[in-house]
């Protein structure tokens, strides 16, 4: 029953629209499956990361004044790099759309930093870690619904990844560099809501 619970808590995390979204869609729409995957990939690890840490009491520090704010406006000129770049990445070369091993790399490594350095991560994990501890308790089922969360949202990066890489076959090079745009506007919007509720916690 925990693990039932759990991966519905996974999915209903498909409502949440932010940076890591625009993100995996970048990947996938300009390097194709693949470099979806690798953004996915360095989702998911960061997530587990944040349980861990959430779960073995760093979340008291974690939201500290002094930390979450610190956190929040380096989250938030990542976004800004990250949304610069996809705005200045005027020609997009179809051929070029499979990525190679040391992009995949890259990929991954931005999917990690994307998700880790944004507090709202950190507020999700604690808020459903304290609900199954309050639910289940420390045990094995309360392991099992963590897992679950974790598997679902891996699942539904994935299929997004999929899903998304599917869409190359309709896009040419121009409508492409536009979508990128369009992402690198959202990534900097979301970067000014950071630095906004890193002011306001200050």
């Known amino acids: 029953m925990s693990f039932i619970t759990g991966f519905a808590i996974g999915l209903a995390m498909l409502v949440f629209i932010g940076p890591v979204l625009f993100t995996l869609l970048n990947g996938a729409l300009t390097?194709?499956?693949?470099?979806?995957?690798?953004?996915?990939?360095g989702i998911i690890i960061s997530d587990i990361l944040c349980v861990l840490l959430c779960y073995y009491g760093a979340s008291r520090f974690l939201e500290t004044?002094?930390?979450?704010?610190?956190?929040?406006i380096l989250g938030a000129f990542l976004l800004i790099g990250m949304g610069l770049k996809y705005i200045m990445r005027h020609k997009v070369e179809m051929?070029?759309?499979?990525?190679?091993?040391?992009?995949r790399t890259s990929l991954f490594v931005q999917g990690f930093l994307v998700n880790f350095v944004n507090p709202f991560v950190f507020i999700v994990w604690i808020g459903v870690i304290t609900y199954g501890q309050e639910k289940y308790g420390d045990g094995m089922d309360?392991?099992?619904?963590?897992?679950?969360?974790?598997?679902?949202?891996y699942i539904t990066d994935v299929l997004k990844a999929f899903y998304?890489?599917?869409l190359l076959k309709l896009l040419d090079a121009k409508t492409l560099s536009r979508i990128n745009t369009v992402l690198g506007v959202l990534l900097i919007l979301f970067s000014i809501r950071l630095l906004?509720?890193?002011?306001?916690?200050?």
């Open 31 to 41: 390097y194709g499956f693949r470099g979806g995957l690798s953004i996915s990939n």
């Open 65 to 72: 004044e002094d930390y979450s704010p610190m956190l929040a």
């Open 95 to 103: 051929e070029r759309i499979i990525a190679g091993p040391r992009k």
């Open 142 to 153: 309360l392991f099992w619904y963590l897992s679950a969360s974790l598997a679902a949202v």
């Open 164 to 166: 998304a890489s599917k």
């Open 196 to 202: 906004w509720w890193a002011w306001s916690a200050i």
